[in-house]
C-alpha cells in the first residue's frame, strides 16, 4: 500500500505502559489523599512514612520511589493543593462578559478553600512545622492561579478595570480573599459576607471610572 499512512496500534507494551502510569497516578492521588486526612486528624506527627504506607495499604519503599522523603511528600501536597483550587476555578462556567466571570470566580475560591481544609492548612497555616516550600513549588503553586491573571487581563482589555498588571490586582484580591477566609475558619466570622464585601471592594479600587 503506498501513498497511505496507517498508524500502528498501541501494541500490548503500549497499553501495559499507559495503563502502569494510570495505576501509578491513582496511587499517587490516593496517598496523598490518606497523607492530608492523617494530618487533619492526627497532626502533622502522623506523618511518617511507615503510617501512611499502613494506612493506604502500600509498602514505604513505594512511597520513597514516588516522593524521596517525608520533605518530598509535604511538598508534593502543598502542590496538590494548589492543583485541587485550580480545579475548583476552572470549573467555573466560562461568561462572555469577563467580569462577569470574575465575580463567579470569587466564591469558587472560597468553596476550595472551605472544601479542603487539610490542604488548606497546609497551603496556608504551616500545618507542617519546618516545611518551606521551594522557590519552585512557590513558583507552581502560584501558577495554580493564573486563571485570575487572565480573567483579569480580559477585564482591562475591554475597559472595566485600570490598565495595570493584571498579576498586582490579582495579588491584591488573593490577599483580601485570603484575609477573610483565615477569620471566618478560626471562627471570627459566621458566613461569607465579609468575604463578599472585602473582595467585591478590591475589585472596585481598580474599576475605571464612567
Avoid at 469577563?98 to 469558587?108: D, Q, V
Avoid at 491573571?149 to 490577599?175: E, F, H, M, N, S
Avoid at 468575604?195 to 471610572?209: F, G, L, P, Q, W
Wanted: proline share 5%; with cysteine.
Amino acid at each position: 500500500m503506498t501513498g497511505h499512512h496507517v498508524s500502528a496500534p498501541l501494541g500490548l507494551q503500549g497499553a501495559y505502559l499507559l495503563g502502569e502510569r494510570a495505576g501509578q497516578d491513582e496511587l499517587r492521588s490516593r496517598l496523598l489523599d490518606v497523607a492530608v486526612g492523617l494530618l487533619a486528624s492526627d497532626g502533622p506527627e502522623s506523618l511518617t512514612i511507615r503510617r501512611i504506607a499502613a494506612e493506604a495499604g502500600c509498602t514505604a519503599p513505594v512511597i520513597y520511589t514516588m516522593f524521596g522523603s517525608r520533605e518530598g511528600l509535604a511538598e508534593a501536597l502543598y502542590l496538590e493543593g494548589f492543583e485541587r483550587f485550580r480545579r475548583y476555578l476552572e470549573a467555573v462556567p466560562h461568561r462572555r462578559d469577563p467580569f462577569e466571570h470574575l465575580t463567579a470566580l470569587g466564591p469558587a475560591y472560597r468553596q476550595a478553600c472551605l472544601a479542603e481544609p487539610g490542604f488548606y492548612s497546609l497551603m496556608f497555616e504551616r500545618a507542617i512545622p519546618g516545611f518551606e516550600p521551594s522557590e519552585r513549588a512557590r513558583t507552581l503553586a502560584r501558577a495554580a492561579l493564573n486563571i485570575l491573571d487572565r480573567v483579569i487581563a480580559d477585564c482591562i482589555a475591554q475597559g472595566y478595570l485600570i490598565p495595570t498588571q493584571p498579576r498586582k490586582i490579582a495579588d491584591a484580591l488573593w490577599a483580601a480573599a485570603q484575609g477573610a477566609i483565615s477569620l471566618e475558619r478560626a471562627g471570627h466570622l459566621r458566613d461569607g459576607r465579609t468575604y463578599e464585601a472585602v473582595t467585591t471592594a478590591t475589585i472596585c479600587c481598580y474599576m475605571v471610572n464612567k
